[in-house]
């Protein structure tokens, strides 16, 4: 029992998971700090108001609903999201675009290539090894396969 528990804890999976909680956690504090020190003071230069919205609140019946912690915690959690967007997943989906432009170009091409089944005569794909129409057993063409990176088929 003890064992399984182990296992589970040591996985990368995990203990990548609460790194990312770590940081996560020092990040949310650093975007909280520069939203207070930097952001809600232009906004108060803006609105010609202290810009101090922790302490804004109205009543009503009696009861104080303070509205301006709502508004703190929405001014980090944009700032927040568009560091997290901008800095984050743009630069990670041109990383995989590049790499995977270029795999599914490769698979296009290999898809595109087509040839006459030599029985039916309809167009079967060149790396196919059965034709679709007639089921007759094929040889891929070897530069297909040489495109697919399979081995030739003897």
Do not use: W
Request: with cysteine; glycine share 6%.
């Amino acid at each position: 029992m003890l064992n399984g528990f182990k296992d589970f804890i040591l996985r990368g999976n995990v203990i990548s998971m609460a790194i990312g909680l770590a940081v996560g956690a020092a990040f949310t504090a650093v975007v909280t700090g520069f939203s207070n020190a930097f952001i809600v003071p232009l906004i108060g230069i803006i609105t010609r108001g202290t810009g101090d919205f922790s302490k804004a609140h109205f009543k009503f019946d009696d009861v104080t609903f303070p509205y301006g912690l709502f508004v703190s915690a929405a001014i980090a959690f944009l700032i927040t999201a568009a560091v997290l967007y901008f800095c984050v997943v743009v630069p990670m989906a041109k990383v995989q675009n590049r790499f995977t432009a270029k795999k599914d170009e490769e698979q296009a091409d290999i898809k595109a290539a087509l040839r006459d089944c030599p029985r039916c005569y309809t167009e079967i794909p060149a790396i196919a090894s059965r034709c679709a129409h007639c089921t007759s057993e094929v040889e891929p063409a070897p530069e297909a396969l040489a495109l697919a990176n399979l081995p030739v088929q003897r």
